[in-house]
């Protein structure tokens, strides 16, 4: 059974950096195909994706938020790492890291199991 | 970026009602489209991946069809527990995007 759960700070100030971790089990982030991908979704709005990281270490983000982001893994520890720098109120959002279902890139894949999210508020 | 674009944005339906939720993409996705249920704040379900393949456990009254660039979700016999909000996503190419979600609300 394939499980993910997001775990950091609850409160941000503006300008500060996001860091998230999503702890995971049931697979590796050694084998060939798999991903773990973060996505947000603000208050009332809709789902937006920030970004994943492949077992190969390639790492692909949102065309938007891509100056600010880094994801990283720790394939020994079953972690993956969100930085986000520069925080600002509009990045108040609920954080959920997903798993990359499917085969290798270009085949079919989609997001699931998705962790519980976690909301992170930005406020001075 | 593949522009997702959803229709309608809200949906009022009865129970026992069938309703189709449309996802247009800005431009060819072959079959890499999945649909996903949200309730209550929770985090979203896959319903169907590949346009048209039903996720393990889901109910039969969900289904879904096209490639290219327009897919329809059709939910069959709505019961209480399908009134949520729907978001398609193109998994074609990175970035990634969804759809701004269909607001499925009961009658």
């Known amino acids: 059974q394939i499980t993910l759960k997001e775990s950091g700070p609850t409160l941000v100030k503006p300008t500060q950096t996001l860091t998230l971790t999503c702890t995971f089990s049931g697979f590796s982030l050694s084998t060939s195909g798999v991903g773990v991908g973060w996505i947000r979704q603000p208050p009332g709005k809709a789902l937006e994706w920030l970004g994943i990281?492949?077992?190969?270490?390639?790492?692909r983000y949102s065309s938007s938020l891509q100056s600010r982001l880094t994801i990283t893994k720790d394939t020994s520890k079953n972690q993956v790492v969100l930085s986000m720098t520069n925080m600002d109120p509009v990045d108040t959002a609920s954080y959920y890291c997903v798993y990359r279902q499917g085969g290798v890139r270009g085949d079919t894949n989609w997001f699931d199991p998705w962790g519980q999210g976690i909301l992170v508020t930005v406020s001075s | 970026d593949i522009q997702m674009t959803q229709s309608p944005s809200s949906l009022s339906a009865s129970i026992g009602d069938s309703v189709t939720i449309t996802c247009r993409a800005s431009q060819s996705i072959s079959s890499h489209l999945n649909w996903y249920q949200q309730k209550g704040g929770k985090a979203p379900k896959v319903l169907i991946y590949g346009a048209s393949s039903l996720e393990g456990g889901v109910s039969s009254r969900f289904s879904g069809s096209g490639s290219g660039t327009d897919f329809t979700l059709t939910i069959f016999s709505l019961q209480p527990e399908d009134f949520a909000t729907y978001y398609c996503?193109?998994?074609?190419?990175?970035?990634?995007?969804f759809g701004q979600g269909t607001r499925l609300e009961i009658k």
């Open positions: 996503q193109q998994s074609y190419s990175t970035p990634i995007t």
């Open positions: 990281i492949y077992w190969d270490d390639e790492e």
